[in-house]
């Protein structure tokens, strides 16, 4: 019903900075969170940040100040402008969509394939 897919990921330079895409097609409908995560190799897959319908936003400790997520409700999109590239900031980074279909139960998560980002020298 609902598919997500990103674009922009690539190699960069410690300090360098990236912009990741992320458009949502299907239906859309209830769908109100969305979030970029991300998976080292040998690590958990952990939250990035997230930005609600109607905007607010949180930061994992490690990326605040640095990663900025926003969202096109028009074009059914999210991005993540990830400046001040860190080597520890190197993984697979996913596209993350949470549908409410049930008031008080907790929302279906569904994913994006994953887009790799390299920091290094």
């Known amino acids: 019903q609902v598919q997500l897919v990103e674009s922009g990921g690539g190699l960069v330079q410690p300090g360098g900075s990236l912009r990741l895409s992320c458009v949502v097609s299907g239906t859309i409908l209830h769908i109100y969170d969305m979030g970029w995560y991300r998976q080292a190799p040998g690590n958990q897959r952990e939250l990035v940040a997230t930005v609600s319908i109607g905007g607010s936003t949180n930061y994992a400790d490690s990326v605040a100040g640095r990663f900025t997520i926003s969202r096109d409700n028009a074009k059914n999109m999210v991005y993540l402008q990830m400046n001040s590239l860190k080597p520890e900031d190197t993984a697979v980074y996913y596209c993350?969509?949470?549908?409410?279909?049930?008031?008080?139960?907790?929302?279906?998560?569904?994913w994006g394939q994953g887009t790799q980002v390299t920091v290094s020298s």
């Open positions: 993350n969509a949470k549908k409410v279909l049930h008031i008080g139960r907790p929302p279906y998560d569904y």
